[in-house]
T-cell receptor, first 115, second 113 residues
Framework: GAVVSQHPSWVICKSGTSVKIECRSLDFQATTMFWYRQFPKQSLMLMATSNEGSKATYEQGVEKDKFLINHASLTLSTLTVTSAHPEDSSFYIC???????????FGQGTRLTVV | GDSVTQMEGPVTLSEEAFLTINCTYTATGYPSLFWYVQYPGEGLQLLLKATKADDKGSNKGFEATYRKETTSFHLEKGSVQVSDSAVYFCALSRNTGGFKTIFGAGTRLFVKA
């Protein structure tokens, strides 16, 4: 199989703090990982693409200094929401693919609530 | 750019009714097409996929056929159950230096007993 796991599944944090979300490929090595954001009752919007060992590529309108992405190994990518505010509350989902030209598999998502 | 358009919801059906959720896409080349399902409070689950024209994806009684001539990938199920209540996302994926997945807006399905 191809299992992608996110941690935590949900997190509540205070406004102004930073939160780190992990995305792990459990049974395969992922050259490329993607991060998506889903607002309530809306579709998923791609935030950024990360390739192992290089800087992430952010989609237009996504603040790279606010949403820090690190893909330091072939099985782990992290998304850090810095100085979180209530408007950052959302459902964040990652996906991972073995190589640049193979299908991506999705994690179960992380629900972030900033209070 | 690539895009996916699916019918707006919510769709409300009685148990055992026939389900169709329309999905059309715009893309250059030959994308792979997917249907994902999201149950309340959960992440995405891949429901079915098709990777080339005329392929039929099927799973759990759901099916969809990749129609290149009409650029469509409509989801169908002959007899829905209450447990099928969820949000369904049509999506495409194409290798553009990485398999980005482009999602439709999602269609919420309610099935009444």
């Amino acid at each position: 199989g191809a299992v992608v796991s996110q941690h935590p599944s949900w997190v509540i944090c205070k406004s102004g703090t930073s939160v780190k979300i992990e995305c792990r490929s459990l049974d395969f090595q992922a050259t490329t990982m993607f991060w998506y954001r889903q607002f309530p009752k809306q579709s998923l919007m791609l935030m950024a693409t990360s390739n192992e060992g290089s800087k992430a590529t952010y989609e237009q309108g996504v603040e790279k200094d606010k949403f820090l992405i690190n893909h330091a190994s072939l099985t782990l990518s992290t998304l850090t929401v810095t100085s979180a505010h209530p408007e950052d509350s959302s459902f964040y989902i990652c996906s991972a693919s073995r190589t640049v030209d193979t299908e991506a598999f999705f994690g179960q998502g992380t629900r972030l609530t900033v209070v | 750019g690539d895009s996916v358009t699916q019918m707006e919801g919510p769709v409300t059906l009685s148990e055992e009714a026939f389900l169709t959720i329309n999905c059309t896409y715009t893309a250059t080349g030959y994308p792979s097409l997917f249907w994902y399902v999201q149950y309340p409070g959960e992440g995405l689950q891949l429901l079915l996929k098709a990777t080339k024209a005329d392929d039929k994806g099927s799973n759990k009684g759901f099916e969809a056929t990749y129609r290149k001539e009409t650029t469509s990938f409509h989801l169908e199920k002959g007899s829905v159950q209450v447990s099928d209540s969820a949000v369904y996302f049509c999506a495409l994926s194409r290798n553009t230096g990485g398999f980005k997945t482009i999602f439709g807006a999602g269609t919420r399905l309610f099935v009444k007993a």
